[in-house]
Nanobody
């Protein structure tokens, strides 16, 4: 069974930073594309960032370009989302997702769609106060 567990969420003032982690177990992490999504109360889940299986390509939502960065450490089976200059509108539950068919033809354009991901974590809350 593949499991994803997010951590690193919390409450921070606007302009602050957080780093989210997603630990993957029970599968072959090095073959998975990884994504981060978020969902605020009463809103649909939206794409935040994605990284391909080798970490050579990334894609970001327009709203986070220049502020967030996604990365991965394959020996640790972990993906990270570094969030800088946080804004109140970033407040949401953040979810990690894994694309089982991550290589070699999957593109980061493909990975903006939540439906393409096979495994999901249960989320971690990020709250940004003004």
């Amino acid at each position: 069974q593949v499991q994803l567990v997010e951590s690193g969420g919390g409450t921070v003032q606007a302009g602050g930073s957080l780093r989210l982690s997603c630990a993957v177990s029970g599968g072959t992490f090095s073959s998975y594309g990884m994504g981060w999504f978020r969902q605020a109360p009463g809103q649909e889940r939206e794409f935040v960032a994605a990284i391909n299986y080798r970490g050579t390509n990334t894609r970001y939502a327009d709203s986070v370009i220049g502020r967030f960065s996604i990365s991965r450490e394959n020996p640790m089976s972990t993906s990270y989302l570094q969030m800088n200059n946080l804004k109140p509108e970033d407040t949401a539950v953040y979810y990690c997702a894994a694309d089982r068919w991550g290589a070699p033809s999957r593109t980061t354009q493909d990975m903006i769609a939540a439906a393409l991901y096979d495994y999901w974590g249960r989320g971690t809350q990020v709250t940004v106060s003004s």
